[in-house]
Antibody, heavy 114, light 109 residues
């Protein structure tokens, strides 16, 4: 069974770039017809899709975040990553990685504060 | 962009049936997923593609989708079903491929 684990700094300063990595175990990130996604959830609020990278390498981003988001894959490490630039306090959230709809990581809280 | 509307809260007594709706323009033409999220935990998929259940999800959870409304039905509700529930569609026709509803808090009385 595939497992996903997010990792990265829990605190980021305003205007800097948020960087997170999702490590996949129990399956190869380069095999299969899967979407590898990032989703976030501000404290006490609902879920927001950030974007995903298809197994072919194509990327799709939420239009509201598109200018600041990059999702990439490192097949050698079986990881995919999220970069969100020019962060503000509004980007404070629990960030989840997921494979399609069924398999999610446990989430990691990222706080944007000076 | 596509909008999904859920009631903020639904309350039900144990043993009764809970129905959580998800409204969207012609949502019946799209594939709907439902997630359950308990406090401090990641969302768990409970229904996918309108009405299918992942392995390990009780048969008490079912889904339907027609017209402008999709519905998650939880039969014989238990205390452990108390959680937030989110609907989600995949809308490849727009720039926002994944769209989530605002979530519904299910309270078991």
């Amino acid at each position: 069974q595939v497992q996903l684990q997010e990792s990265g700094p829990g605190l980021v300063k305003p205007s800097q770039t948020l960087s997170l990595t999702c490590t996949v175990s129990g399956g190869s990130i380069s095999s299969g017809d899967y979407y590898w996604s990032w989703i976030r959830q501000p404290p006490g609020k609902g879920l927001e899709w950030i974007g995903y990278i298809y197994y072919s390498g194509s990327t799709y981003y939420n239009p509201s975040l598109k200018s600041r988001v990059t999702i990439s894959v490192d097949t050698s490490k079986n990881q995919f990553s999220l970069k969100l630039s020019s962060v503000t306090a509004a980007d404070t959230a629990v960030y989840y990685c997921a494979r399609d709809a069924a398999d999610w990581g446990q989430g990691t809280l990222v706080t944007v504060s000076s | 962009s596509y909008v999904l509307t859920q009631p903020p809260s639904v309350s039900v007594a144990p043993g009764q049936t809970a129905r959580i709706t998800c409204g969207g323009n012609n949502i019946g033409s799209k594939s709907v997923h439902w997630y359950q999220q308990k406090p401090g935990q990641a969302p768990v998929l409970v229904v996918y593609d309108d009405s299918d259940r992942p392995s390990g999800i009780p048969e008490r959870f079912s889904g339907s989708n027609s017209g402008n409304t999709a519905t998650l039905t939880i039969s014989r509700v238990e205390a452990g079903d108390e959680a937030d529930y989110y609907c989600q569609v995949w809308d490849s026709s727009s720039d926002q491929h994944w769209v989530f509803g605002g979530g519904t808090k299910l309270t078991v009385l």
